[in-house]
């Protein structure tokens, strides 16, 4: 597997990285490349980014319009459905939806007048094409001046029959009336159910049918773009109104409608062939769908404008920088080749050739001057080099020492161990417990420090070896000592950096009880902080002068712990821990003078 990737590294340094080309074919190419690439990203971007922002300005454009066509159709409509309601609430027509049968019409005569005013009502305004009272089971009434454009049975098989709200409220839709003389008319038609005066439920159907007079001067005076047009949709996607009014009443786009139903307002790109750039915004009021439409290829125009202005540019820069980069890697290579020629010589041997002239102060003028240097001290580190293989024999010889110390150095605790096992059995012998109990706890301490060479241990066997370092101080100090360890078990599983507890506790000794008179108390706890834990070491001694402690703290952060010295045992703890976990954790101190001292180690908390 090695290999393979060998092979692959040597393939690809040798193909994508040219290392076999000259050096000024290298300096071209990659100069060609660096000039090429980011000319064109940016070239890249700044097109994509002039067709977004094209796109937005067309859009936010044709929302806008939109907005405006919206609140005047909206107006529009709003009016007509007033003069609805008037009509349903005239007295004739009123008188008319009282009666129950069609001789009860016949005899009063109040077709004619009901009649008059749908008439009056068509007259009165120029965009009203025909107003259709349809009652059930009764007639039909229009202002055509024959029965009905279309027969009423006809009528309830169209498609947004059945979708009139059976309320009273007003139904937007678009339809074509076909006149009995073969005329046709798109028209827009408020219909509305009518309501009976005695039961309140519905009992025909008012039609005002509105040509394209009103919104064709409004959709005129809309300009969007050169060649673009609105159209307007209802909710059952049907051609409300379109420049084409053959397409009127006609279902609308079947692949663009699902788009436009997601949301309230905006834009995309049609499926169909040619594209179109579509805006839309939904009337909820009426219901619609008013949509603009820019042909996609008159919206491209100026990004296609500006790719070209963009490709012409990055073409004149390359080849601007190909010029300009063979010139300067021809100014490169000269004095390299110069170089290269001068060192061949020395290869060989050849100093006749004296120094290289340093012509420029850059990189290659620096190396010139560097290859000056190195051969004219060539001679002098050949002799340089008799005396460096003399110190290299001197440093292996020391080297060869310290081992053989450090080799003797392993020996001793042996010995010392050893020793204390011969006193600890002659204190036996001779009925000198004391002296034979300090022997076996100094023995455990030796092994203890023999035997585990990691550089963290469980609190439990920090706490049992600090233990017998305790009761080895018992027998010196006696009755003027005493100690608790009041450590909880969940504490005696944690890690805790190895003889971390004895050099503070030997410092409480010798620094704590007050010569002579002092007694003193050593308690070790330990408790949670968060994500740590602390093992605090409590005494009652004598404590620190301010000073005294305020060197203490700074020995912690900047001592050199191996130049030894007073209370170098705390140092030592705190540097192994900071190396061990990070300076999130340590050793602190706190003291006063008289009451004792406090010192804590943090470490971090194993879950």
Not at 162 to 190: C, H, M, N, T, W
Not at 315 to 339: D, E, M, N, Q
Not at 399 to 423: G, R
Not at 509 to 537: K, L, T, W
Request: hydrophobic share 40%; charged share 25%; glycine share 6%.
């Amino acid at each position: 597997m090695q290999t393979r990737w060998i092979r692959l590294s040597e393939w690809i340094q040798t193909f994508f990285l040219m290392r076999h080309l000259p050096l000024t074919v290298k300096l071209f190419l990659f100069s060609a490349f660096i000039v090429a690439v980011p000319l064109g990203l940016v070239g890249l971007i700044s097109y994509e980014r002039s067709a977004d922002v094209l796109q937005s300005e067309a859009n936010e454009s044709s929302l806008q319009i939109l907005e405006q066509v919206k609140s005047h159709v909206e107006y529009y409509v709003t009016d007509f459905e007033i003069s609805t309601l008037r009509l349903l609430n005239h007295p004739d027509v009123v008188r008319l939806l009282k009666m129950r049968t069609l001789e009860e019409v016949q005899q009063s005569g109040i077709r004619k007048q009901v009649e008059q005013v749908l008439k009056n009502t068509t007259y009165s305004r120029s965009d009203i094409s025909n107003i259709t009272l349809m009652l059930d089971h009764l007639q039909t009434i229009d202002t055509a001046g024959f029965l009905s454009t279309v027969p009423a049975e006809e009528l309830k098989k169209e498609y947004w029959y059945p979708g009139i709200p059976e309320s009273g409220a007003p139904k937007l839709i678009s339809r074509v009336i076909r006149y009995q003389d073969g005329r046709q008319e798109q028209v827009i038609s408020i219909v509305r159910r009518v309501m009976s005066p005695y039961t309140l439920q519905p009992t025909g159907v008012m039609i005002v049918d509105i040509n394209f007079k009103r919104i064709q001067e409004i959709s005129e005076k809309v300009s969007i773009g050169r060649t673009g047009f609105m159209f307007i949709l209802d909710s059952q996607n049907h051609y409300v109104y379109h420049p084409d009014l053959q397409l009127v009443g006609t279902p609308g786009p079947e692949n663009e409608f699902p788009e436009m139903i997601k949301n309230d307002h905006g834009s995309f790109i049609s499926a169909d062939s040619p594209r179109s750039f579509l805006t839309y915004s939904r009337s909820p009021y009426l219901g619609w769908w008013l949509v603009t439409a820019i042909p996609y290829r008159e919206l491209t125009d100026g990004i296609t404008y500006i790719g070209h202005t963009i490709v012409w540019t990055i073409v004149i820069t390359l080849a601007a920088a190909y010029l300009l980069g063979i010139g300067f890697a021809a100014s490169l290579v000269r004095p390299i080749k110069r170089l290269r020629k001068y060192m061949r010589k020395v290869e060989v041997g050849d100093f006749s050739a004296g120094k290289l002239k340093v012509t420029s102060r850059d990189e290659i003028g620096q190396l010139t001057h560097g290859f000056n240097e190195m051969v004219k001290r060539l001679e002098s580190l050949l002799e340089e080099i008799y005396f460096t293989r003399l110190r290299e024999t001197e440093a292996s010889l020391r080297q060869k020492e310290t081992e053989l110390k450090a080799l003797q150095s392993q020996i001793n605790p042996h010995f010392i161990y050893n020793s204390l096992e011969t006193i600890r059995g002659m204190a036996f012998e001779h009925g000198m417990d004391d002296i034979a109990g300090m022997s076996a706890s100094l023995a455990k301490l030796l092994r203890y420090n023999l035997k585990n060479d990691k550089p963290t241990v469980r609190l439990r066997e920090e706490l049992s070896f600090c233990e017998m370092y305790l009761r080895i101080q018992r027998y010196r100090f006696e009755e003027r000592m005493t100690y608790e360890l009041d450590v909880a078990e969940w504490a005696m599983e944690q890690p805790i950096v190895k003889f971390a507890l004895q050099p503070i506790v030997e410092n409480s000794m010798n620094h704590g009880i007050e010569p002579g008179i002092g007694r003193m108390q050593v308690q070790i706890g330990a408790y949670r902080d968060g994500n740590a834990y602390v093992v605090s070491v409590k005494d009652t001694g004598v404590g620190m002068k301010p000073e005294v402690l305020e060197r203490i703290r700074e020995d912690l952060e900047c001592r050199d712990v191996l130049a030894g010295g007073e209370h170098i045992g705390i140092s030592n703890v705190h540097r192994r821990i900071v190396y061990l976990y990070g300076p999130l954790y340590g050793v602190s101190v706190q003291s006063a003078e008289g009451t004792g001292t406090v010192v804590c180690i943090r470490l971090p908390f194993e879950q």
